[in-house]
């Protein structure tokens, strides 16, 4: 038979995975019979079909698991998450507690490689004040992941008080201290490479270093250099050590 395929919107479609198992599910498709593509691919295979079906239920570990592994950039997450859904409702309600599971193990990776991404973005994050306008911020981060939704209310908590954009490669997000609106890719050119605030806090920094605790090895693996050129601390790090 022709594969059913379900077409996903760019990034993490948790929304739109959360439709197309329900349908898919209603109608009794196994996940070989499936193709998940992303925007714009559809016809290369079987015309799709929109379900609009009942929800079921999922052990919370399930539920959670699935809107964090959305996220991955891998292009498989649609269909391994799926593969995860289709057998719990298969009767194998305890799978995830199945660590030697092949779906269950990678699936685990994946979840910990999103959760990971999601720390180093609520730490390395700088916002710089924009030259020539009112108190307002912006910054640039390069994610691994799609994650810039799921970190959005980290933000918004944290600097309810500032407006501030967050540019990433894969979409914007700006606040203006009563919403919250997504917007386009930007680049780094949107974000200022420092301001005056770093200044102080730079000297903060190198004040404050205890070579007595240094340890190379520990620092690059909690903060990896991919992450220092959007850090003003990270330019004295070499004089430092």
Request: hydrophobic residues 45%; proline residues 6%; contains cysteine.
């Amino acid at each position: 038979m022709n594969a059913r395929v379900i077409s996903m919107a760019a990034g993490a479609d948790l929304e739109g995975f959360r439709r197309a198992a329900r349908g898919l599910i209603a109608d009794g498709i196994p996940p070989e019979d499936v193709v998940f593509a992303a925007t714009g691919e559809a016809s290369l295979f079987a015309p799709s079909r929109d379900a609009e079906a009942a929800p079921f239920s999922l052990p919370r570990a399930a539920g959670d698991l699935i809107e964090t592994v959305v996220c991955h950039r891998d292009s498989q997450r649609y269909a391994l998450l799926y593969a995860l859904v289709w057998r719990i409702r298969q009767g194998e309600r305890c799978l995830l507690e199945v660590h030697s599971d092949p779906l269950v193990h990678r699936l685990a990776m994946m979840n910990k490689s999103v959760r990971r991404d999601l720390h180093k973005m609520h730490a390395f994050l700088r916002f710089r004040r924009v030259e020539g306008e009112t108190e307002r911020y912006a910054a640039w981060f390069e994610p691994d992941h799609f994650i810039l939704r799921a970190t959005a209310q980290f933000f918004v908590d944290r600097f309810r008080s500032l407006i501030w954009s967050i540019f990433t490669p894969d979409g914007s997000l700006h606040w203006d201290r009563e919403r919250l609106t997504h917007g386009p890719a930007g680049t780094t050119r949107d974000a200022p490479a420092s301001d005056r605030f770093e200044e102080g806090w730079l000297g903060y920094y190198e004040s404050t270093f205890n070579p007595a605790r240094l340890n190379q090895t520990a620092m690059r693996a909690e903060m990896p250099k991919k992450y220092w050129r959007n850090m003003p601390e990270a330019r004295a790090i070499p004089a430092l050590v």
